[in-house]
C-alpha cells in the first residue's frame, strides 16, 4: 500500500534518512521505533509529502506520492505537537476540519465521545492541557474514517485511561483491515497493538520484521524485553 524505495532525506550535514526502503501493507499494524533523532518523524512526514526526499520515492497504492497528492485524505495524522489556532474552541477546530473535508460522507466520532470531549467543546484551545490537545489530535486522526493511520507519539501525555482507550481504537481500526503506523518511545504500550516492527538508527534502517519473529529471534515476548536484547547483542 505505501511502499518507500532508497529514501535519502539530509538536512545540512545530517543525514536523517539514509537510503531507507520499507513496504507497509494494508491490516498490518507497524511499530516505527528507534532513539531519539533516529529519523522517525522524518520518515512519517516523508510519507505524507510534508517532507520531500532528497532521493528515492515513495509509492501510495502504485503512485508515486510526488505527482497525485490526492492519497492524504486517505491518511488521518496525529502529529507528535499538535498545532492548532489559539483563540478556537474545540468545536470550531472540529467545523473547521468538517468544512475543509466536506466530501468525506462518513465521520467517526467515537473517540470524541469516549474522550468526553463533548463536555468540553467550549474551551479554547490555548487554555487545553497538554493531554487534552492530544485527545483532540487524536479524534481528528479518526474522524473521517481514513484507510491509514499514522500516530506519531500519540500517547504522549495522555493518562492511562485515555492511553487505554486510544488503544483499543487503534486495534478495533487495525481489525476492520486499515493500515496503521505508531511510533512511540514507551514499547510496553506497543505490545497488544502492533504486528511489525520498524527499526530506525541514524536514519538507516536496521530491520522490518513481524512481531512473531522479533520474538522468535530474541526469545522473548515482550518488546521491551526484545529490544533489550538487540541493544545488548547488536
Ligand atoms: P525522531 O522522530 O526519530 O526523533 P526526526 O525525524 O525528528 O527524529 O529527526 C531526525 C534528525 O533530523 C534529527 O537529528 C533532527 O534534528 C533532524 N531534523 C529533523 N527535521 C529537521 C529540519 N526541518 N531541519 C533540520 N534538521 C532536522
Ligand atoms: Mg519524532
Redesign the pocket.
Known amino acids: 500500500m505505501i511502499i518507500a524505495s532508497n529514501v535519502t532525506?539530509t538536512?545540512?550535514k545530517?543525514k536523517?534518512?539514509d537510503n531507507v526502503s520499507v513496504n507497509c501493507n494494508r491490516g498490518q499494524s507497524i511499530a516505527?521505533i528507534?532513539?531519539?533523532?533516529?529519523?522517525?518523524?522524518?520518515?512519517?512526514?516523508s510519507i505524507l509529502g510534508m517532507?520531500v526526499p532528497d532521493s528515492g520515492f515513495i509509492t501510495f497504492d502504485q503512485h508515486n506520492i510526488l505527482h497525485d497528492w490526492r492519497y492524504r485524505e486517505r491518511i488521518g495524522y496525529m502529529p507528535?505537537i499538535g498545532r492548532y489556532p489559539d483563540n478556537m474552541n474545540i468545536a470550531q477546530v472540529f467545523t473547521m476540519m468538517r468544512d475543509i473535508r466536506r466530501n468525506s460522507i462518513t465521520t467517526d466520532e467515537e473517540l470524541i465521545e469516549e474522550f468526553g470531549l463533548n463536555n468540553m467543546m467550549q474551551k479554547k484551545m490555548r487554555t487545553l492541557s497538554g493531554g487534552t490537545r492530544q485527545k483532540v489530535s487524536a479524534a481528528l486522526a479518526f474522524l473521517f474514517n481514513p484507510d491509514v493511520l499514522i500516530l506519531?507519539?500519540p500517547t504522549a501525555g495522555l493518562d492511562p485511561v485515555a492511553s487505554e482507550i486510544l488503544k483499543q481504537k487503534i486495534i478495533k481500526e487495525k481489525q476492520k483491515g486499515k493500515l496503521v503506523l505508531i511510533?512511540s518511545h514507551i514499547l510496553s504500550e506497543l505490545d497488544d497493538v502492533v504486528s511489525e516492527i520498524i527499526y530506525?538508527q541514524e536514519?538507516k534502517l536496521q530491520f522490518h520484521k513481524s512481531l512473531q519473529q522479533l520474538q522468535e529471534d530474541t526469545g522473548e515476548v515482550k518488546l521491551a524485553k526484545a529490544f533489550a536484547q538487540i541493544m545488548k547483542y547488536p
Not at 528507534?34 to 512526514?45: A, C, D, E
Open positions: 532525506k538536512f545540512g545530517l536523517a534518512l516505527l528507534g532513539p531519539n533523532g533516529s529519523g522517525k518523524t522524518t520518515l512519517i512526514k517532507v507528535q506519531d507519539e511510533t530506525l536514519g
